[in-house]
């Protein structure tokens, strides 16, 4: 079993993997002020960022983009505090807000939230409190100590009241880590500077002391040893004990000497100090002792910051790599590890009394059994009182005290006891009741009351029923500080506090029945009970059924208290509350009709019997109540014809609740019934809800009945609103019928609904004596020319003239249309015309009489119109359409005149004159009906000049499009005709520029070749040449080379690059030899020709150095080296340098490539020219050169480029510049190629570089030089990352072991780590397993156990393999392996250490079966270990399956103390079948815990008696009486057989032996057993067998001895009868009666049954007087049946 150990240790969580960067896990990036949050400031890329990590949720941290010197979070809330310069912020993260800001006058060098509210800041003068309320800013506490000048500040403390201040700082003096602190007090003002590296303040409370004491805790690590001192800061408190001080020794391991302490806190609830040490250590120390409790190692890495542990009052922490620790107190193992590991249970006994620890139980009941026997009860009480847990506060307890007599003149014991408890706190259960027994049997109700005041008793359900005896009140208080619901509502009902039932029974969700509650309350006080059912009800789920607690107040006949009761709990109208809703206006109804018509009125319920309740309302007088609620229409018809009797307003709004059919009857009922009195409100009706019931159907309703004045009034309040065609209608119809004349206009001036045909018929046929209702109609939807004919037939000519002249001006031309159409006379028609001065459409009046062909009807109005200066397009268009048509010089008016409309009249002319056509559309540009007329009548040379002349390059485009059927004789015409006539280059570039859009080069060329080469006026114009060789260059390139031949006026630059674009090579190299652009010209000579033996002739020819320079780069490119260095030199450009080194390396050239970097050295110092030309000289093998240029000034990179040789291996050359920079490091490992190991060796010594070293070992190794290569090994192992490459370097080579010596000569290294000693052992275990087993003895705690113990399974080492798992705390594995491999692994000592201590049960089970089968002799030593855990119940039956129990006899002795049945059971067969009967009756008689029956069943049958007479013993045991002494009998056993026949008290198994005794003629032992039965026998019983038998003699000592006593008990009866009489006759006569003698029976007489009839008496009637028995009576017969107190 594992180590118990005080502590328990957790990993929280891993910084690294939640995102945290290893490089921001420290000291000055990372903060821990409480152990709520981490806050880490890091920087990803340029952005800074904080991360927040709640430890309740530490995989999903917060990341902020801040800026910032430093962040600590507040310790309670999301708070944080940031620090940039001098500048500091509070910042609330939940709010988003700025709390506070302060800007420092000097840097603050430490800062740390010393409570929720408040930040210590640390200058390097001061010491300052900044709090986060209001808006303060910091207080200056105290002024820094000398001593810390120059230290680091590494934490603040202070305690808890704030009264004491600690400054902590550290600073490296002669090799060490040396601790100052500053200690001061508030309330003194002084400081005490202080030699340490952590503290902390604690509050201590010592035994005796009333008040907490405040201590001041500190470590230090001096040059001479560690201390732990503990001493109390400031006056003790008034009463107080002082703290005596206390400094004890830190123990800092031997491989630890540079240890210090970095942290401490103190547990308040354990009162232990844990201290964290830089190497990972931690230590715990008793805080009133000083006592160190534990210390080991927790963390490999260094804690660099702490805080207090809240959940376990431990401490956390975070180390270097990221993982976040806690350790705190493990209370379970604490007072069993100070007891049993540290030898301390004096320690033991005080931490569990103080801090109220598990783990001393056995002491205390050990000490408090000891104190009593002893009878210092008084101490006892105190042990008993002091004991964790209440261990001891038991009602044995309790008893015990109880049964110690009270002495004389003292105090009880039990009050003793109760007295110490109640000093100390709160009674128990058990205690309280004990004690409050005999207070309330005294009558001292007042002590009961202090108690509970004081909280010093725990209230029970038993303690209230014993109180409530005395004072049900106080029984009240204790059930409820108890909680017992049941009996503290029976106390709340039993003392009339019925409101405060339901707030309790609510409060502790307990249901007792309120309906039983409510009808106790309903018969003291109505009201009250009122308040008590509402009570009930008020929540969402009522507390009773209210269909009872209805029925209660039924039962009271309390209407108005039920109805105000209902009105509130149906409050929310629920539908399964429909019955209860209709009680209530079912009683109202008939009680209080106006309270049902209040409750009705206000609508609150919609689920109770409407039917039922509609005829209660009618019934009582609520008609409209009653309508409401009928669903039958029939009844709804019935009542609603009253409408005297009902509210109208209500009435109108009650047809909203009905179906359409039924507001429809109920209408058409009302009309019915009286159609005078109904018809506003079936109007109002109709009106509100006709969009339901549908207008169609009520105004079939009421035409029905005739009524069109409730037609009219209905439709007229909807027709406004309304979009039906038939309402409109039917309204005007009505307005008709009711001679509403003006409302009829209105509607047909203002609807846009009605059916205009329909209406218009309808007018026409009603014979209006006003026709503006018709004319509106016919005006308004276009039926003019039916007005007109209506009208001119009809004789009503004036209301003609009254519509064109007042009406509708604008109508003129259709009237005039209709009057030509009645051929209605033109004087009339003209003089109608000339008598309109409205507007109207002059257009469509000149379209109305040309259509009729009467155009020249109007030409005397058009004059006058012209003549007046009207410049209306219509009225010019007709004018012009009559001047064609007359031939009235009409181009000249075309032509002339500005306000006709092109296209209308061009339209016009088209067939009649398209030339006209023409005209006018070209006046009025429109192109596209332009150009129609044009091709449709092949008028091309018009189109050409019209084109030309627009200059618009969409209409070009259209023309010149490819599906244009006419453009080829267009352009004919444009080409010959257009530009020919033109003087004007706008047009001439219009016209090119939409040829070249169109993409017709050849007609373009065509076009061009026509401007410039025909010596025109544009023959010189640049861009028309350029546009004439770029076509061709496009179109035609055979022509192209004669016009750059025939052309000189073009951009030769640009039009060479056309050409070349277009592959026109030798074109652009002639436009360029022509123009002497050389460098143009000889780049299309390489480029595009690619003819470098041309370009080098033409460069030949040139002699120009950028000609040169741009034939060396095509050279170059050409992989020409030597040739491309020539050029380059002749142009004397070293401005490509880069791409000739490189292409020379590559091509090997550097003989060439040293020429050329001397050129360009001389031209430009650069630094890859010089480098270059150092490689080229190594290259080369020119080390003379070399050595000199590098001993020169110069600026080349030797390092590259020795690099750069020694890639290439060229290291006598690497060599030269390896030494020319001092670099060792790579010297050597170019010596290492080089053979000189010696010089490699010191070379790697100078460059001190793990590589270096490396690579100089593995160079040692490879030339056999392994004491080189062991000097070089010894710098490496000391890497751990490095160990791993060095070992597999030599295990590939097979010098295993020139590697084992290595690493043994490396152990003594000061820098020996873990992977070296872990190594070694490996190795051991492959190579040299002997060394290994003494190897691990010595650095086992040095190792990494897992890595080797997978290497010693590998290679088969058992007994390291056990030794490593012993250490490594792995105790199953250890045990496994040593039963898997005992020749080798397996020892006694170390199995059965091992064992005890696996967490795997099976395993013990399995080392059982391991020892049974290899072992056996040894098996019980094992079973003894085992003993405290093992199944002791499935042990046994293991070996009962395996038949192996008599094999562990011994174990079974060692545990039947346990009493365990398989045990016993077991035990006892073993015993059974050794016939060691001894053993097996003390077995039974000391362990009763096995089935008795079973094993005497099992007895009963054996062969030896002594089994047989303990079958008999077990069962007397069991009171199987008869069994017993059947069993004795028949093995002849008479003592046992009347042993258990008195045992057993049954006078029939005492006389049933009695006859067997007789039965086989033992006399004697008849005469023992009526000895033995003498209490259980009859005597006249005994008498008669005695005389049957005639054995008198053996009967007659009973006979005596019975004679005797009952002679006794007379002589008692006499003396107390005496007694009697005497006390009879001096007491008074009362009455002067005669005295009953009572006759009740036998029974009635003192104990009678107690002796024979007439001993003191006379005998009763028909029994022989004393002394005289009558000869002829049956043995026996003179005695009666003793009465049963007898038997």
């Known amino acids: 079993m594992a180590q118990v150990l005080p502590i328990r240790f957790q990993e929280h969580c891993q910084l690294q993997n939640v995102g945290i960067n290893a490089a921001n896990i420290g000291f000055a990036t990372l903060t821990m002020e409480s152990d709520k949050y981490i806050c880490v400031r890091e920087k990803v890329g340029e952005t800074a960022q904080v991360v927040i990590v709640d430890m309740a949720d530490p995989g999903n941290p917060t990341r902020r983009p801040i800026s910032a010197d430093s962040a600590i979070m507040n310790p309670a809330s999301k708070v944080i505090a940031l620090k940039a310069g001098k500048t500091l912020q509070i910042f609330n993260i939940e709010m988003k807000s700025k709390m506070k800001a302060y800007n420092a006058p000097e840097d603050v060098v430490f800062w740390k939230w010393i409570s929720v509210n408040t930040i210590a800041l640390v200058t390097e003068s001061a010491v300052y409190h900044w709090g986060m309320e209001g808006a ?69 409370k010592m035994q005796g002391n009333s008040s907490e004491s405040t201590l001041f805790c500190f470590a230090v690590r001096a040059a001479n040893g560690g201390k732990l001192h503990v001493i109390e800061v400031g006056s003790p408190a008034a009463g107080n004990q002082p703290f005596t001080k206390k400094a004890v020794d830190v123990f800092f391991p031997p491989e630890a000497q540079n240890d210090f302490p970095v942290a401490m806190q103190v547990s308040p609830k354990h009162d232990v100090v844990f ?73 033991a006994l005080r931490m569990a009394v103080r801090n109220n620890l598990a783990g001393a139980e056995e002491l205390f009941v050990r000490k408090f059994n000891m104190l009593f026997g002893q009878m210092q009860y008084s101490e006892a009480a105190k042990v008993a009182a002091a004991a964790p847990q209440g261990i001891l506060r038991t009602s044995q307890t309790i008893q015990r005290f109880q049964g110690v007599p009270t002495q004389p003149g003292q105090t009880s014991p039990l009050l003793q006891y109760f007295g110490i408890l109640l000093e100390q706190g709160q ?84 249901t007792p029945d309120y309906v039983f509650i409510l009808r106790n309350v309903m018969r003291i006080n109505p009201d009250q009970g009122l308040q008590f059912a509402q009570m009930l009800v008020q929540d969402d789920e009522p507390l009773a059924d209210l269909s009872q607690i209805v029925d209660v107040f039924a039962e009271f006949n309390l209407v108005q208290q039920c109805t105000s009761f ?178 009829v206009e209105r509607i047909c001036r203002e609807s846009n609904c009605y059916d205009a ?160 056509a023409c005209v006018s559309y070209e006046r009025g540009q429109c192109d596209e009906e332009l150009i129609r007329c044009c091709n449709e009548n092949s008028l091309f040379k018009s189109e050409a000049r019209y084109l030309v002349n627009r200059q618009d390059a969409d209409l070009w485009a259209l023309v010149l499009i490819e599906t244009n059927e006419y453009r080829r004789p267009l352009i004919d015409q444009v080409v010959q005709t257009a530009l020919s006539e033109t003087q004007n280059p706008d047009e001439v570039s219009a016209t090119v520029k939409a040829f070249m859009t169109a993409d017709l080069p050849n007609e373009l060329i065509e076009l061009l070749e026509k401007i410039v080469l025909d010596n025109t006026l544009f023959s010189e114009h640049r861009n028309l040449q350029n546009l004439l060789i770029l076509t061709a260059i496009k179109a035609d390139r055979t022509r192209v080379m004669e016009y750059i031949t025939r052309l000189d006026n073009y951009d030769a630059p640009d039009i060479a690059n056309i050409a070349i674009g277009s592959e026109l090579y030798e074109e652009a190299f002639a ?107 190594a290259k080369t093998g020119r080390l003379a050169e070399l050595e000199e240029f590098v001993n020169g000034p110069n600026h080349a990179q030797i390092q590259q480029v020795g690099d750069r040789c020694y890639d290439a291996q060229l290291y006598e050359a690497a060599k030269i510049l390896f030494n020319n920079v001092s670099n060792f490091a790579r010297l050597a490992s170019t010596l290492v190629h080089l053979g000189e190991y010696q010089n490699a060796v010191d070379g790697a010594r100078k460059a001190n570089s793990t590589r270096t070293w490396k690579e100089v070992c593995f160079a040692c190794v490879d030339g056999g030089e392994f004491r080189l290569a062991q000097m070089c090994g010894l710098h490496i192992v000391v890497h751990a990352d490095e160990l791993e490459e060095l070992i597999h370097y030599y295990e590939a080579r097979g010098h295993f072991e020139e590697l084992i010596s290595l690493l ?248 049933a032996l009695l006859a067997w005794f007789l039965e086989i003629n033992r006399h004697d032992c ?84 107690m002796m024979p009839a007439g001993a003191g008496m006379m005998p009763a009637q028909g029994m022989a007087p004393m002394g005289g028995m009558q000869p002829n009576m049956m043995p026996g017969g003179g005695y009666g049946q003793p009465a049963p107190g007898f038997m």
Request: aromatic content about 10%.
């Open 136 to 204: 303060s800013e910091p207080v200056k506490m105290f002024d820094r100590h000398t001593n810390l000048a120059g230290c680091q500040i590494i934490n603040y403390r202070t305690d808890k009241e704030q009264k004491w201040l600690l400054l902590v700082g550290i600073t490296a003096q002669q090799s060490r880590v040396v601790g100052a602190m500053q200690l001061y007090s508030v309330e003194r003002k002084v400081s005490q500077p202080i030699e340490g590296h952590a503290a902390s303040f604690a509050q201590f």
């Open 275 to 347: 201290m964290i040490t830089k190497y990972g250590y931690v230590h715990l120390y008793d805080l009133e002792t000083g006592t160190c409790i534990y210390m080991n190692r927790i963390s490999g890495d260094t804690i660099f910051v702490t805080a207090f542990y809240e959940p376990t009052s431990g401490i956390i922490g975070v180390n270097r790599k990221g993982q976040v620790l806690s350790v705190s107190v493990d209370e379970a193992n604490l007072i069993p590890y100070v007891t049993n590991t540290l030898q301390n249970p004096d320690l």
């Open 1566 to 1649: 008849f005469a023992a057993c009526l000895y033995a039965c003498y209490d259980l026998l009859r005597p006249d019983y005994i008498l008669e067998l005695s005389w049957r038998n005639n054995i008198m003699d053996f009967a007659m000592p009973f006979l005596v001895q019975v004679i005797r006593e009952y002679i006794g008990r007379v002589e008692r009866l006499e003396t107390k009868g005496e007694e009697a009489e005497s006390e009879k006759q001096e007491q008074p006569m009362m009455m002067n009666e005669p005295q009953l003698m009572l006759t009740a029976g036998p029974g009635v007489m003192p104990a009678t049954g």
């Open 1071 to 1177: 436009i360029f030899r022509k123009f002497d652009v050389n460098t143009s010209a000889i780049q299309v000579l390489i480029e595009h020709i690619g003819n470098l033996d041309r370009a080098y002739e033409y460069a030949e020819r040139c002699n120009q150095s950028d000609v040169w320079s741009q034939l060396a780069k095509a050279q170059l490119q050409a992989s020409m080296v030597k040739e491309a260095i020539d050029s380059y030199i002749k142009a004397d450009d070293p401005s490509t340098y880069v791409e000739v080194i490189e292409v020379s390396e590559n091509n090997g050239n550097y003989e060439d490539l040293v020429r050329y970097l001397n050129m360009a050295r001389k031209k430009t110092r650069e630094v890859l020219i010089e480098t270059e030309l150092v490689f080229a000289f």
């Open 566 to 743: 209902l009105l509130d709990a149906l409050k929310n109208n629920r539908p399964a509350e429909g019955p209860l809703q209709t009680r209530l206006l079912e009683m109202n109804l008939m009680a209080a009709p106006q309270v049902a018509d209040a409750i009705l009125g206000n609508q609150m319920f919609t689920h109770y019997d409407r039917q039922h309740i509609a005829q209660l309302c009618e019934q009582a007088g609520l008609l409209q109540r009653a309508i409401e609620h009928y669903q039958d229409s029939f009844d709804i018809k019935r009542a609603i014809v009253h409408t005297h009797l009902l509210n109208p307003e209500w009435l109108v709004n009650f047809f909203g609740s009905l179906s359409v059919e039924d507001s429809l009857e109920c209408i058409k009922a009302m009309l019915t019934h009286n159609i005078r009195q109904n018809l506003q409100i079936c109007v109002q009706v109709s009106t509100k809800y006709h969009e339901q019931l549908g207008t169609t159907s009520l105004i079939e309703i009421f035409e029905s009945f005739k009524s069109f004045e409730g037609l009219f009034y209905f439709l007229g309040s909807i027709v406004n609103f309304s979009q039906e065609a038939d309402v409109h209608f039917k309204y005007i119809q009505a307005a008709c019928k009711t001679g509403q004349i003006k409302e």
């Open 427 to 510: 009674l128990n259960k058990y205690e309280s009741l004990e004690l409050c027994r005999p207070v309330l049997q005294q009558g001292r109700k007042q002590l009961l009351e202090k108690w509970l005041k004081e909280d010093k008793l725990e209230c029970s359900e038993e303690l209230g029923d014993l109180v409530k005896q005395a004072d049900p009140t106080l029984a009240l208080s204790v059930y409820l500080r108890a909680n017992v619901p049941a009996k503290v509502i029976q106390c709340f009902a039993e003392t009339g506090q019925f409101q405060k039932i339901v707030l309790y029974a609510k409060k502790v969700n307990y």
């Open 1304 to 1551: 043994e000569a490396a152990l003594g290294l000061e820098r020996a780590h873990m992977g070296m000693f872990t190594e070694l052992a490996i190795l051991y275990s492959k190579y040299k397993t002997s060394k290994m087993r003494e190897h691990l003895e010595l650095f086992w705690s040095r190792v990494n156990i897992p890595k080797v113990l997978r290497a010693a399974e590998q290679a088969h080492l058992w007994s390291e393999l056990v030794f490593l798992y012993d250490k490594y705390e792995e105790y199953d594995n250890a045990i496994t392996t040593m039963m898997q491999h005992p020749v080798d692994a397996w020892r006694e000592a170390q199995f059965k250490d091992i064992v005890t201590k696996v967490a795997n049960i099976e395993l013990y089970y399995k080392a059982l079966t391991f020892y049974l089968e290899i072992k056996p002799m040894l098996l019980n030593d094992l079973l003894l270990v085992l003993v405290p855990r093992l199944d002791h119940n499935r042990t046994v039956n293991y070996f009962t399956k395996r038949g192996r129990l008599h094999l562990v006899k011994p174990y079974m002795r060692a545990v039947q103390s346990l009493n365990s049945k398989a045990v016993n059971e077991a035990l006892n067969q073993v015993l059974v079948e050794e016939e060691d009967y001894q053993s097996l009756r003390a077995s039974i008689d000391a362990y009763d815990n096995f089935d008795n029956i079973n094993l005497a069943q099992q007895l009963e049958r054996h062969e030896l008696i002594e089994f047989r007479r303990i079958a008999a013993y077990l069962y007397r045991g069991n009171n199987r009486w008869q069994q017993a002494t059947d069993l004795c009998k028949r093995d002849h056993l008479y003592k046992d057989a009347m042993q258990y026949a008195s045992d057993s008290r049954n006078p029939d198994i005492a006389e």
């Open 757 to 916: 045909e329909r209406v218009k018929n309808f007018l026409k046929e009603a014979k209006l004596t006003d026709q503006l209702p018709l004319i509106i109609v016919c005006d308004r939807f276009d039926f003019v020319h039916d007005l007109v004919l209506y009208l001119y037939r009809n004789n009503l000519q004036k209301y003609i003239e009254i519509y064109v002249q007042k009406v509708n001006p604008s109508r003129l031309p259709v009237v005039v249309g209709g009057l030509l159409d009645v051929d209605c006379d033109e004087s009339i028609i003209k003089s109608l015309i000339m008598a309109v001065r409205g507007s109207f459409d002059t257009d469509g009046l000149v379209e109305e009489v040309e259509k009729r062909n009467r155009l020249k009807l109007l030409m005397p109005w058009l004059e006058s119109r012209i003549h007046d200066g009207v410049q209306e397009p219509a009225t010019h268009n007709a004018l012009a359409k009559i001047y064609i048509d007359s031939n009235n010089n009409p181009e000249r008016f075309l032509r002339e005149n500005q306000f006709y409309d092109s296209r209308v009249v061009g339209k016009y002319c088209e067939k009649r004159d398209p030339h006209l």
